[in-house]
């Protein structure tokens, strides 16, 4: 066993003083080997979602309860979930998985704010903040918390409500998770001047518009009003993306450290080699390492 | 370390890349790309390199093309793209 795993990490006589996973022949099966799974898991992820596809552990109950908390620390009322933010926040979710866009404002100009008059509610402040790509609310939450204009929204003392969208699809040419969340305070005709719409995003205050019946495609009964309104529940056998994301790291790590100890051994054997500068493939690597771990998770907007 | 300079321009192209790649968090088409010019400057700088100071087997173009061809696939495995 030992002399097997000499024989493929390990510069050697056995192994012409290369070891046996950095020869041609290895490499090639390697590289034809992870070909052929990503093209599989691509047509399994497709045909069959129960068994292969991304998931996450995300609900609007434990995003609310979350971002309450950090409300709480700083003396601020609770946010409430409302349903028809949570219905803005889906559709805006829909929009953007339709018109394949990571944005607040939409390719077309469509802004957060026309999903929320669609959804019925008129707002005196609102906001949005976005999310992709994490598997559990804390991730989310605490992303949020760290950026200074997301974190903001989250505890203005002008919003008072929220609502959540938690979606899977396909944005921006891969399979993701995104979180859409909608912060607002209603507009109160009799007590309440029209004034400037708090922003989710850093961009200056938008005047707000008035709003217009006509435009509200929604009615109660369509509406319905859950109390939890989105959280993702899919479990599949096989979650892709953490499974595929291990497989490449467990490589990455293997094939440095064996460029590593390959360089170390040869280079007090002083074995001469035709062979290509281990420093290169080293820096090479250990960039995409250094890259897939550092933005690998996910993103916030 | 006699191609030092060498290193430090690989050193360079890599850290820059990284940075872009980390500006254009969310646009996976554009981390394609970026990963795809690394691996591709990865290939000829190593290839220009054994071609000014030694020489340059086929044996070696081989070697920079299926390790360069490992990362990018690996770098798709792990970017989840």
Redesign the interface.
């Known amino acids: 066993m030992f002399s097997f795993l000499r024989h493929l990490f390990v510069p050697h006589h056995t192994n012409n003083h290369r070891p046996k996973v950095l020869h041609h022949q290895s490499l090639f099966v390697l590289v034809i080997a992870l070909c052929i799974i990503s093209v599989s898991s691509t047509l399994v992820r497709r045909d069959y979602p129960a068994v292969l596809s991304i998931t996450a552990d995300i609900s609007a109950q434990e995003l609310l309860t979350l971002t309450n908390k950090e409300r709480e620390k700083e003396g601020l009322t609770p946010l409430r979930l409302n349903d028809q933010l949570s219905t803005a926040a889906t559709l805006k979710a829909d929009h953007m998985f339709t018109k394949n866009y990571w944005a607040h404002i939409a390719p077309d100009g469509t802004t957060p704010w026309l999903f929320i008059r669609n959804s019925g509610y008129e707002y005196l402040y609102a906001g949005e903040n976005l999310a992709r790509g994490f598997t559990t609310a804390p991730e989310v939450v605490t992303a949020w918390i760290h950026s200074p204009s997301h974190k903001e929204n989250m505890l203005s003392p002008n919003y008072n409500e929220v609502g959540f969208a938690i979606k899977t699809g396909e944005l921006t040419g891969s399979d993701t998770v995104l979180v859409v969340e909608m912060f607002g305070t209603k507009y109160i005709a009799q007590e309440q001047q029209p004034t400037t719409l708090g922003q989710t995003f850093p961009t200056p205050a938008i005047p707000r518009v008035s709003f217009e019946a006509s435009v509200n495609p929604f009615n109660d009964e369509q509406r319905g009003a859950p109390e939890i309104v989105a959280s993702l529940e899919n479990r599949p056998l096989i979650d892709s993306k953490s499974t595929t994301r291990n497989i490449a790291l467990f490589i990455f790590i293997l094939f440095i450290g064996v460029l590593i100890i390959d360089a170390i051994v040869i280079g007090r054997k002083q074995v001469t080699r035709i062979v290509a500068h281990n420093i290169d493939h080293i820096i090479f690597l250990t960039a995409l390492l250094i890259a897939g771990i550092l933005i690998g998770k996910g993103v916030i907007l | 370390m006699k191609h030092i300079w060498y ?1 430090c321009v ?2 360079v192209v ?2 820059v ?2 940075l872009l ?2 500006l254009v ?5 554009m ?2 790309v970026i ?1 795809l010019g ?2 591709l400057f ?1 290939i000829t ?2 290839l220009l ?2 071609a000014i100071h030694h020489n340059i ?1 086929l ?2 173009v ?3 093309v ?6 990018f ?9």
């Open positions: 290193y690989s050193f890599a850290s890349c990284i790649l980390f968090q969310g646009d996976k088409n981390q394609i990963v690394l691996t990865y700088w190593g390199h054994h087997p044996k070696i081989i070697e920079y299926l390790i360069g061809s490992l990362g696939i690996l770098s798709l495995f792990l970017f989840n793209f």
